[in-house]
T-cell receptor, first 118, second 110 residues
Framework: GDSVTQMEGPVTLSEEAFLTINCTYT??????LFWYVQYPGEGLQLLLK?????DKGSNKGFEATYRKETTSFHLEKGSVQVSDSAVYFC?????????????????FGQGTILTVHP | AAGVIQSPRHLIKEKRETATLKCYPI?????VYWYQQGPGQDPQFLIS???????DKGSIPDRFSAQQFSDYHSELNMSSLELGDSALYFC?????????FGPGTRLTVT
């Protein structure tokens, strides 16, 4: 079945440092890929997405490129802020699971805890 | 903008009791998903509904059931609760595209 693997965490950085969180996936079809962020005590918020190979998703300074050849979707940010401290989840959905009505259920990675210090 | 509403936000039950969680999707969204997130875990898909019909099923225990009503809200019914059911339960809604998550219901079983 489909699966998502994220880099081991947690990650601790100083403000303005460069961030990379690795994400690789296994899927039988042609999945769409997502990064979600979860702040303490809150729900999951969609950070960015990519629906086909070589697509780049970007939002709030974060970027991730859908690499089919390496089955990866690594999250990057050039300069993190204290307010970026949260848990980041890589996820995929396989539209073939949904009969074409939507993206289908999400399969999540383990999550990476990011802490940014001033 | 309207968001996904879940109620209650917090729920405390004893073992073997029953719980009902409610989800109100974003207006015009026709698909609802339920996920369970254990402490320190990633969310696990339970079940989904499209246009009031079950569209997919994941690792949902037989003790749990769910449905989507004519107004598109959904309810997750959980019976014979066990300590291991303590978790954060998320509902998400979508219309063709990405899923938008509610704030979750934190269920504690004692």
């Amino acid at each position: 079945g489909d699966s998502v693997t994220q880099m081991e965490g947690p990650v601790t950085l100083s403000e303005e440092a460069f961030l990379t969180i690795n994400c690789t996936y296994t899927a039988t079809g042609y999945p769409s890929l997502f990064w979600y962020v979860q702040y303490p005590g809150e729900g999951l918020q969609l950070l960015l997405k990519a629906t086909k190979a070589d697509d780049k998703g970007s939002n709030k300074g974060f970027e991730a490129t859908y690499r089919k050849e390496t089955t990866s979707f690594h999250l990057e940010k050039g300069s993190v802020q204290v307010s970026d401290s949260a848990v980041y989840f890589c996820a995929l959905s396989d539209p073939s699971d949904a009969g074409g009505t939507s993206y289908g259920k999400l399969t999540f990675g383990q999550g990476t805890i990011l802490t940014v210090h001033p | 903008a309207a968001g996904v509403i879940q109620s209650p936000r917090h729920l405390i039950k004893e073992k073997r009791e029953t719980a009902t969680l409610k989800c109100y999707p974003i207006p015009r969204h026709d698909t609802v998903y339920w996920y369970q997130q254990g402490p320190g875990q990633d969310p696990q898909f339970l079940i989904s509904f499209y246009e009031k019909m079950q569209s997919d099923k994941g690792s949902i225990p037989d003790r749990f059931s769910a449905q989507q009503f004519s107004d598109y809200h959904s309810e997750l019914n959980m019976s014979s609760l066990e300590l291991g059911d303590s978790a954060l339960y998320f509902c998400a809604s979508s219309f063709r595209y990405e899923q938008y998550f509610g704030p979750g219901t934190r269920l504690t079983v004692t």
